[in-house]
């Protein structure tokens, strides 16, 4: 399934002032075609995580379309799983069903849901943890748990919010080479958000750079270089380069708040009514 975003405009009103708005998103566009890996690279506060959300349907732009296979959607759905930055695990729910959970929704055969499960937990190195509860995990295993609950119902669209932020260098590295194994067989549309230039590099076939300037993209660099990468190589290395500078300049530019009649004309106009109360 392929992904568009087309002109994505969005603005977070201060509830108690509404004259001070914030323009995170400006007329943002970009495709992900089907069986893409896509990053998203950006400063933080960037709009990395409003562009992912609002992909998911989990919050509503202001202006602009999002289309799934060239279908408009509004809302969530079981086409796009989302791994979240901070987790989002069931704390009352063992390991084993928060994995299963999504499956057990979807209504997978019992059998089924429990050779899936021995599959995801062996995969990533959990085959012990299946009855530990959330709570007893360390920030990486509860990271790992959360990308392997997105997983289990094969989804044709994973969206991933800094899927392996917490996790330790050497596990990182090892979940890169495994994530891109599973997503390879599976022809899966990834799109993902992080701060890792080289992460970035290593799982993605393209990686899109936003700035601080309204999510303004500045860059779209397509990576070619075979799979599994090299990371030792020349090639490898001149990536490296190119996108550090490019992540640099993306420094510019600020997300700041507008006092403007046209902008509070604009949002009274807007198609969307839903408009989120600014804490700062
Ligand atoms: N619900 C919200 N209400 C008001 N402002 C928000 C909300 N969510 C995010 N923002 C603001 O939008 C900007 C972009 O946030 P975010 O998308 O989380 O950035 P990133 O993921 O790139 O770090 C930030 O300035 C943030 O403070
Ligand atoms: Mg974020």
Redesign the pocket.
């Known amino acids: 399934m392929s992904i568009s975003v087309r002109g994505i405009t969005k603005i977070?009103q201060n509830r108690r002032d509404k004259k001070v708005n914030?323009i995170?998103l400006k007329d943002i566009s970009f495709d992900v075609a089907e069986g893409e890996f896509v990053s998203l690279l950006?400063p933080?506060?960037?709009?990395?995580?409003?562009?992912l959300t609002i992909i998911a349907g989990f919050q509503k732009h202001n202006e602009g379309q999002i289309l799934i296979n060239g279908k408009e959607v509004n809302k969530p759905g079981p086409d796009r799983a989302f791994v979240f930055q901070n987790y989002a695990l069931f704390p009352w729910m063992k390991v084993g069903e928060n994995i299963m959970y999504p499956m057990k929704l979807s209504k997978v055969p019992k059998n089924e849901r429990k050779s899936k499960l021995k599959e995801l937990l062996n995969m990533a190195q959990l085959e012990e943890y299946a009855n530990y509860y959330i709570h007893e995990l360390s920030g990486g295993m509860k990271q790992r748990v959360a990308l392997l609950r997105a997983l289990a119902c094969d989804p044709e669209v994973l969206l991933m919010d800094e899927p392996l932020g917490a996790v330790d260098f050497q596990m990182r590295k090892l979940l890169q080479i495994q994530l891109e194994t599973i997503l390879q067989k599976k022809n899966t549309t990834v799109l993902m958000?992080t701060h890792d230039v080289d992460e970035a590099i290593y799982l993605s076939d393209r990686v899109i750079v936003m700035s601080r300037d309204h999510g303004r993209i500045i860059a779209d660099v397509k990576v070619d270089l075979p799979r599994p990468r090299d990371r030792k190589s020349d090639g490898y290395h001149s990536y490296l380069n190119r996108l550090t500078d490019i992540l640099k300049s993306a420094l510019n530019g600020e997300?700041k708040n507008e006092e403007d009649e046209d902008l509070l004309e604009f949002i009274k106009k807007t198609k969307n009514k839903h408009i989120?109360?600014?804490?700062?």
């Open positions: 977070f914030t995170v950006g933080s506060g960037c709009g990395k995580t409003t562009t958000v997300v989120e109360y600014n804490p700062c």
